[in-house]
């Protein structure tokens, strides 16, 4: 199999694949964030909500330009300078924000299932917002040399041509990148507090009572966050071994043919890495039989407004008339000749 190949492969898995992950995870954090935003008074929901909304900026923001660039060779970012220096700032604040916001999710779950009231009251509204607002600071903090260090370069091509190209000159900031932010702030770190927190949940609710984890509200959020856990670390396991093995291999002299291949490897993982914030309102509709029923009332209430302002737009002034004779001989006579005004 020849690198042209490889490039063609990619090509059609970031458009036959990385296209429907993105438009279906808009669509279903959009719907997400209209069914959470009327609970919001449960600390979990409230963190679920937040999460949705960065998912939202991570999806169309980080995995949206990385689809045109790798199936439809559109990137705005080489010709752009506004753009190559915000893009990656957008993306990387709203990719870490989201699964801070998850595994924060995921501990308060944790805190609910204990059997300590001391543990169980640990689960409050007001912490949660205080530990999001100080957590997305520190996140965009963070990333704020990125808006200063991303800037569009030359390149030279193997056909001795010059392309530009939306790169990091900052050598610090690229091993910042390379080494702890891709493999471990947005790999290894989630994924052990993930797995960490869901294991620990899971067994506190397997050997406690029903009235313990008070209610049916919360068993199914309990049961949303558990296999939310899973969809998230799955797409992260290839994702950080990917990572990892381009560490270990970074100082290796390779083949442009080995190239290829690591390229093609490195964009079906990070493609997969954004089901972990496209995925959510699809586990959530599988592992919670209230959000269904919240989902299909969102589905009725829309059909029936559309359906009611479909009849009133065809509704024509021939049929006014022929109801309003009817109904005026109900009303009195002032408002019987202000009908018969405005016919007129």
């Known amino acids: 199999m020849s690198s042209t190949s490889f490039s063609m492969i990619s ?49 169309s923001e980080g995995l949206l330009p990385k689809i045109l660039i790798i199936g439809f060779n559109i990137d705005a970012s080489s010709t752009s300078m506004i753009w190559c220096k915000i893009r990656y700032f957008i993306a990387y604040t709203a990719t870490m924000a989201s699964l801070t916001c998850f595994c924060f999710a995921s501990i308060d779950r944790f805190f609910v299932s204990c059997r300590s009231v001391t543990w169980r009251n640990r689960s409050r ?15 965009i903090a963070s990333n704020v ?9 030359q390149v030279k091509t193997d056909t001795d041509n010059t392309t530009p190209v939306c790169s990091l000159i900052s050598p610090g900031l690229l091993f910042y990148i390379s080494y702890i932010f891709r493999p471990v702030l947005l790999s290894i770190l989630p994924g052990a507090i993930l797995g960490i927190t869901g294991w620990l949940t899971y067994r506190n609710i397997t050997s406690i009572t029903d009235i313990q984890l008070r209610g049916t509200f919360q068993r199914n959020l309990t049961s949303m966050i558990l296999l939310q856990i899973v969809a998230v670390i799955i797409p992260i396991i290839p994702f950080a ?19 290829a291949q690591e390229a093609l490897i490195l964009n079906i993982t990070n493609i997969i890495l954004y089901i972990s914030y ?10 919670c039989s209230s959000y269904r029923r919240d989902f299909l009332r969102l589905l009725l209430f829309c059909y029936n407004q559309n359906h009611w302002n479909n009849r009133i737009g065809t509704m024509t002034r021939e049929q006014l008339e022929l109801n309003i004779p009817a109904m005026t001989k109900q009303l009195p006579r002032s408002v019987h000749q202000t009908v018969q005004r405005t016919i007129a």
């Open 145 to 153: 040399p990125l808006l200063f260090f991303f800037t569009i370069i």
């Open 278 to 287: 496209a995925s959510n309102f699809y586990v959530y509709l599988i592992s």
């Open 11 to 59: 090509t059609g898995f970031g458009i036959y694949a990385g296209l429907p992950i993105c438009i279906f995870g808009i669509i279903g954090n959009i719907i997400n964030l209209r069914l959470l935003f009327s609970i919001q008074s449960n600390s979990t929901s409230f963190l679920l909500f937040v999460s949705s909304f960065f998912n939202v900026i991570a999806l």
């Open 241 to 259: 071994t990917m990572n990892i093995y381009q560490l270990i291999t970074s100082s290796m002299v390779k083949s442009s043919y080995r190239l």
């Open 125 to 139: 509204l007001s912490t949660a917002k205080i530990a999001i607002l100080i957590a997305v600071l520190v996140i």
